[in-house]
C-alpha cells in the first residue's frame, strides 16, 4: 500500500498549483483520502478529505473555497488544486488514505484517523 504526491514546488502569492497522490496497491473503491500539511514548527493540519466511493468532499475553513479536492478512480489519483496560495500555505504536503469512508469534518481532518501515508512533498509560496 503506497501513496505518493506529486506536483508541489514553488510558486508565487496569488498563484495556484495542483497536487496529485497516486495510490498503488490497493484499489480506492470505498476509501476516504485526506489531504494535510505541516509547516516548520507546526503542527499536521488537515485540510481536505474526500471518499472515493460516492465523492463527498470535507475542507478545512482555513482553505475552504481556495483549494479544491477531486478524484479519478480509474487513475487511483486523488487531486488537490490550490488556488489564491498565500505564503502561509509554505509547508509539506501529505495525501493519507483509510479504507473506510470518513462521515464528518472532523473526522476527515483527524491525522490519526488516517492508515497509510505519502512521503510528502514541499510547496512553497514566495515572490
Known amino acids: 500500500v503506497t501513496l505518493v504526491e506529486s506536483g508541489g514546488g514553488l510558486v508565487h502569492p496569488g498563484g495556484s498549483l495542483m497536487l496529485s497522490c497516486v495510490a498503488s496497491g490497493f484499489g480506492l473503491d470505498d476509501h476516504a483520502i485526506g489531504w494535510f500539511r505541516q509547516a516548520p514548527g507546526k503542527g499536521r493540519e488537515g485540510l481536505s478529505a474526500?471518499?472515493?466511493?460516492?465523492?463527498?468532499?470535507y475542507y478545512a475553513d482555513s482553505v475552504k473555497g481556495r483549494f479544491f479536492i477531486s478524484r479519478d478512480s480509474a487513475k487511483k489519483t486523488v487531486y488537490l488544486q490550490m488556488t489564491s496560495l498565500k505564503p502561509e500555505d509554505t509547508a509539506v504536503y501529505y495525501c493519507?488514505?483509510?479504507?473506510?469512508?470518513?462521515?464528518?469534518?472532523?473526522?476527515?481532518?483527524?491525522?490519526?484517523?488516517?492508515?497509510?501515508w505519502g512521503q510528502g512533498i514541499q510547496v512553497t509560496v514566495s515572490s
Open positions: 474526500i471518499n472515493t466511493s460516492d465523492g463527498r468532499t
Open positions: 493519507a488514505g483509510r479504507g473506510v469512508p470518513v462521515f464528518t469534518t472532523v473526522q476527515a481532518m483527524g491525522r490519526y484517523e488516517y492508515d497509510y
